[in-house]
């Protein structure tokens, strides 16, 4: 179909028209998607919600671009420390064992045994959901 929009002849595909009035559009309301689809026509309703929009300037930013977020801070956990700290002297009292290193301070212990190397790794579990 060829329409006349402000100066110009634009085709627009008869299957467009066809799909827009199965849907329940007049020919009319389905010329004016296309165009608006395209961006050709623009909506005056649509462009001032997105000018209120970029006004208000929360969530995502006009450019589509989001908010850095903060890394949660985490809060040493002294049990873990002092779990780690015991297993690491425990293993060092031990006579086959050798290069413990504690990895990390609330989790890790690494060391040899019988030339193999292993790592032990705490982790606490969180309390079931009733």
């Known amino acids: 179909m060829r329409y006349h929009y402000e100066g110009r002849n634009i085709n627009i595909p008869d299957q467009v028209i ?6 329940g559009l007049t020919r009319q309301e389905a010329v004016d998607r296309y165009l608006s689809d395209e961006g050709l026509a623009v ?13 208000a300037g ?7 671009e989001r908010k850095e977020r903060k890394a949660p801070e985490r ?32 989790r890790m212990i690494a060391f040899e045994f019988a030339g193999e190397k292993y790592e032990l790794t705490l982790t606490r579990k969180r309390k079931p959901k009733a």
């Open 43 to 55: 909506d005056p309703t649509v462009a001032a919600l997105t000018e209120k929009a970029k006004a």
């Open 75 to 106: 809060k040493p956990d002294e049990v873990k420390r002092a779990m780690i700290k015991g297993l690491a002297q425990y293993l060092s009292e031990q006579e086959h064992i050798i290069q413990i290193e504690i990895t990390n301070l609330e």
């Open 18 to 23: 066809d799909i827009g009035i199965k849907e």
């Open 58 to 64: 929360t969530g995502a930013k006009a450019t589509g």
